[in-house]
Structures are given as C-alpha cells and as structure tokens.
C-alpha cells in the first residue's frame, strides 16, 4: 500500500491521507493489518466499528489518476481544542473567500455550513458512536426539511409562471376587448352624431314646412274674409236701392 500526503482544500472535513488500492485482497489485507498495528487506547474491535460507522457516515473518496486507484477515508484521529478552533477560523475564512452572502439564500454558504456540521459528527463520532449517530439523523432530517422547501419553491415559481403567463395572455385578451369597445364605441358616437344632424335637419324642415303652412293658411284666411267684405259689400249695394 502507498501513501501520499494530500491536503483537501475543498472540503473542511478532515480526511486521512489518500492509500493507492491495488486489489481488494490488499485492501483488506492491509486494513486488517493496519488496525492490528494501531493498538490506542480503545480495542480493536471498537476502533474497527468506529470506523465502519464513519465510513458509513462521511463515506471514503475513490478516484483513478494514471491508470491507479486511490482511497481517502475520514480521519479518526480525536479532535482537541485547537482543532475546533482552527474549524471555526477556516469555516469564516472560507466565507470570506468565496464570498458568501450573510443572508438570504447562498449555496455557498449552505455548503461550507454543511461540511462543518459533517467534520463536528466526525469528532463527535469518534469520542461517542451513538452521540454521531445522533447528530446524523439531525443532519438527514435537515436536509430533507430544506429539500422539501426547495421542492415547494420549485413548484411555487413554476406555478407563479404559469399564472403570469395565463394573466400576460388574459392581459392581451382583454387589451383586444377594450380596443373592440373603443371602436364599438367610436362607431356608436358616429352614428349619434349622425343622428343628432338628422334630426336637426328633420326638426328645421319641420319648422320651415310649419311656418310655410302658417303663412299660406294666413294668406288663406285673409283672401277668404276680403272676399267676404267684398261681397257682403256687394249684397248691401244691392240690397240698398230697393228701400
């Protein structure tokens, strides 16, 4: 097995120096040897599920780079003080870097947050599994809270475009309604006005053929009782004489 020193700057979990993997046989030749070698302060057999339950936890990093296979597994050497502080001092630098917002929605911020809750589970796990464990569950409820947010945010956009398409479209219809009614009523003011000159014509021949009437029926009026005087003048000429 071959080794390299490899310092993970993407990710603020700390990781054990990547191991070349040949074959599985050697791996778990040489994983068994290396927990026989490692003898700390817990057994064997503790330290092997400690291991296996961060494995199952942050799982190990495998990659190929020229034709060979490499494996990077979490740490499982116990976090001090310092390394709680230094965490804290690269998680603010590393918000500072990448420039993440302080509030409001920011994936970067969100990953830099959820790559130092993952390394607080590390340490935790190792001093306690089932304070790790713990934290774990914390961490799935956790993102699938803020995934069923994304969900309904996702569904929210998508259904307030759709209402914005369907209110932009009944914009357009009623733009054509009210361009219609502006003409229906344009045509209607047309025929008002149309009407209105008609009945003014109506109304002055009506006046005129009145007063025409008036005039001719005066005139009528006048002959009829010239003609009258004209003979009763007539008749008492007549009627004069024999007395």
Known sequence: MAERVLIDSTTLVKYDNPVLITKHEEVDKELSTGDKTK??????????????????????????????????????TPATRLDVVNLQEQLDMRLQQRQARETGI????????????????????????????????????????????????CSSIAFGMRKALQS????????????????????????????????????RRAAELRLAEEKKHGEEIAFLKKTNQQLKSQLEGIIAPKK
């Open 39 to 76: 003898t700390a302060a817990p057994t064997a057999d503790v330290r092997r599920e400690t291991e296996e339950i961060l494995n199952s936890i942050l799982p190990p990093k495998e990659w190929e780079e020229d034709g060979q296979m490499w494996r990077q597994q979490v740490s499982t």
């Open 106 to 153: 920011c994936p970067i911020r969100r990953e830099l947050y959820t790559q130092c809750f993952d390394e607080i589970i590390r340490q935790v796990t190792i001093n306690c599994a089932e304070r790790g464990l713990l934290l774990l569950r914390v961490r799935d409820e956790m993102r699938m809270t803020i995934e069923a947010y994304q969900a309904l945010y």
């Open 168 to 203: 932009e479209q009944g914009k357009s219809d009623l733009q054509r309604d009210v361009e219609d009614l502006r003409d229906e009523k344009a045509d209607l003011e047309r025929q008002l006005t149309d009407l209105r000159q008609r009945a003014e014509q109506a109304d």
